[in-house]
């Protein structure tokens, strides 16, 4: 193949190879994140529109190098001097799909500009713009020259207008001038092309030849397509090692699926488009295909259980219905004023569920925690997570919101799993209309970065703002009033009233030691806090409390009525016949180093040794809710 190397034009401000590859800017993600984020979803943009599915397969194997190399004009000899022998590829093909369609003849740019081809090959941050895409072959591509020494392998098949089939293949090359190793020396920018020439055309043209096409194929093992089959492979040689995060305590703290870089494809496709690997929920209510998907020929399906839960949760915000017998609670997201065409407009529902350990196969079933699955890194069993993923219509998650502004103030006491999904259809105002906003996807998509891992509001609005604090206070209200059957909740009348049950602390004020008039430091009154409160039941919750204690003190609860605080024996003297509203039903104590406790008649009895502070949970059952419940602790003489 010929080559083509990038102008060094030093007033045309064109990037260097260095800039191009810091262009993507997201160092959260793994490579392989990345790459199948990125190489996924243009696969899923290009699909066919008959087509009911979009296969796409990552092969990961070996060539030689010495075969490959002899194509690669002016790099040859860099290649077999630093990278002989046999080498590592990656190969991402897709089928029911268009190919990298475009004209690649014209002068004319704004033809160019609309050529999938051009974009992807020659092009930097030239978007998709059609309705509804996800990937953009802008900055995403970048991923795909970070991986390897920086050559990268377009090949392609494409239906022409006139019904006929053609084959295109062309290599490009980005890579750090800078660096030592560098394969282009004959560049200050690091960045080439190769493909071919026709006579009295100095433009780069693919190759188009079959026979030559199918040589270079071979070298990998790889076939052309054949007969009506169209699509795009990409092809990634000279992987370099070290693609998968190794843990800093070793391999023995890894998630095995950190341990091969094929594997961490295999896990990251699962973790960015379980809304859309073989399910046909997601194309019933999308109209796009579903995607089958493959590394190393094997289907990436069933799901890992993990992300099995998340589909099950996109499937049933996408629709707002749950399997019959599933507890999953799904709330309606709307929004008032100033951001849809119509007052109280649906913004989207979210979908969550609170999976236990047994669920999620923790303990005996060695899986992992969902964070484990989610992030790649060993999760703390004991520190349960809040997951919010949320996607716009083409099915690719944008990001997993860990504890964050989509959960915020989310009291609970496991994991809790969920799933945001827009109503993509929904008309915005006219204002954001005029803006080129037409409805809630296009405000979506165009709020996203080059790398579309989050959504932010566009100049001076706050629709993704509202769209987040919304979502935040319905899983907060309904996981305070929820009922065990998850599809019959609590009464608004009754959510409300339970709000004014929060228990207060009641007894002796907490002091600090001071002076009284005799000039005698005054001892440290004892007292009691109700820390957090957290509701386990349709008529159960937990209280965390904290206090002080000298001595010998009872902790009672006790419950405001117009007579004032009554406990449970000034309850009993007065209504014989009608139980006390609040039992407490379980304690546990957290800090009780040198107090001795008992549970008695619905009462704590400390018995501290020396004076100190304490600290522990309770659980209590409601047999009313309509008195506010009160603590108080008692210094007994």
């Not at 370099?240 to 023995?252: I, K, P, Q, T, W």
């Not at 993509?424 to 709020?447: H, V």
């Not at 003297?573 to 957290?590: E, Q």
Request: neutral net charge; aromatic residues 10%.
């Amino acid at each position: 193949m010929k080559i083509k190397i990038a102008a060094d034009d030093s007033q045309s401000m064109a990037q260097s190879g260095d800039s191009i590859l810091r262009s993507l800017q997201n160092t959260d993600l793994s490579y392989a994140d990345v790459v199948v984020r990125e190489s996924l979803q243009n696969s899923l943009d290009a699909t066919l529109p008959d087509a009911n599915s979009t296969i796409v397969n990552f092969d990961l194997k070996e060539f030689d190098s010495e075969e490959l190399s002899a194509y690669f004009e002016g790099i040859q000899d860099e290649l077999l001097k630093n990278h002989a022998g046999r080498q590592k590829y990656l190969a991402i093909s897709d089928k029911h799909t268009y190919g990298l369609t475009g004209d690649y003849l014209s002068n004319d740019s704004k033809v160019l500009d609309s050529s999938n081809f051009q974009k992807l090959v020659f092009s930097i941050g030239k978007n998709q713009d059609h309705d509804g895409a996800g990937g953009s072959w802008g900055m995403g591509k970048t991923s795909f020259f970070r991986i390897g020494v920086g050559i990268v392998l377009y090949y392609t098949r494409i239906k022409l207008e006139s019904g006929e089939y053609e084959e295109r293949l062309v290599a490009s090359l980005i890579e750090d001038p800078k660096k030592e190793d560098r394969l282009l020396k004959a560049s200050s920018r690091g960045i080439a092309w190769w493909g071919r020439y026709e006579d009295g055309n100095d433009k780069l043209l693919p190759i188009t030849d079959h026979e030559e096409i199918k040589n270079i194929l071979q070298i990998f093992g790889l076939q052309n397509y054949q007969d009506d089959d169209t699509g795009t492979v990409i092809l990634i040689p000279y992987l370099r090692d070290g693609l998968v995060r190794a843990d800093e305590n070793g391999s023995e703290r890894q998630v095995p699926w950190n341990r091969s870089f094929a594997d961490a494809i295999q896990m990251a496709a699962q973790r960015w488009y379980a809304p859309r690997i073989c399910n046909p929920i997601y194309s019933e209510v999308t109209g796009n295909s579903a995607l089958l998907c493959y590394v190393n020929g094997e289907n990436i399906f069933p799901l890992d259980y993990t992300f099995q839960i998340m589909q099950n949760l996109y499937n049933a915000a996408a629709t707002g219905k749950a399997d019959k017998g599933s507890r999953i609670v799904i709330k309606e997201i709307r929004l008032a004023k100033r951001a849809f065409s119509k007052n109280d407009a649906l913004a989207g529902r979210v979908a969550f569920v609170q999976p236990t350990d047994e669920e999620l196969g923790i303990a005996g079933q060695n899986r992992f925690a969902p964070y484990s699955y989610i992030t790649s890194e060993l999760a703390d069993e004991a520190s349960p997570k809040r997951i919010l993923a949320y996607t716009r219509k083409p099915g690719m998650i944008i990001r997993y919101d860990i504890d964050g502004k989509w959960t915020y103030g989310v009291k609970c006491d496991g994991n809790l799993l969920a799933f945001f999904v827009p109503k993509s259809d929904q008309k915005m105002t006219r204002p954001l209309q005029e803006q080129g906003y037409d409805n809630l996807e296009q405000y979506l998509r165009n709020s996203e970065k080059a790398d579309h891992a989050e959504w932010f509001d566009v100049a001076n609005k706050s629709v993704v703002k509202r769209i987040t604090a919304k979502t935040a206070e319905a899983i907060r209200d309904s996981l305070r009033n929820k009922n065990e059957d998850t599809n019959v909740h609590m009464s608004d009348r009754l959510a409300r009233r339970f709000g004014s049950l929060v228990p207060k602390a009641r007894g002796e004020a907490a002091s600090v030691p001071r002076k009284n008039s005799s000039g005698k430091k005054k001892e440290k009154t004892v007292h009691i806090k109700v820390d957090d409160t957290q509701q386990v039941g349709t008529d159960k919750f937990q209280l965390s409390f904290s206090g002080y204690v000298r001595n010998k003190a009872k902790i009672s609860l006790g419950v405001l009525t117009q007579e004032g605080r009554l406990t449970a024996e000034n309850w009993a003297k007065s209504f014989d016949k009608l139980d006390f509203p609040v039992t407490v039903v379980g304690f546990s104590p957290v800090e009780f180093e040198g107090i001795e406790w008992e549970l008695q008649d619905g009462n704590i009895l400390l018995d501290a040794e020396t004076a100190g502070s304490f600290s522990g949970k309770m659980t209590v059952k409601l047999a009313s809710f309509d008195y506010r419940i009160n603590i108080a602790i008692k210094q007994i003489k």
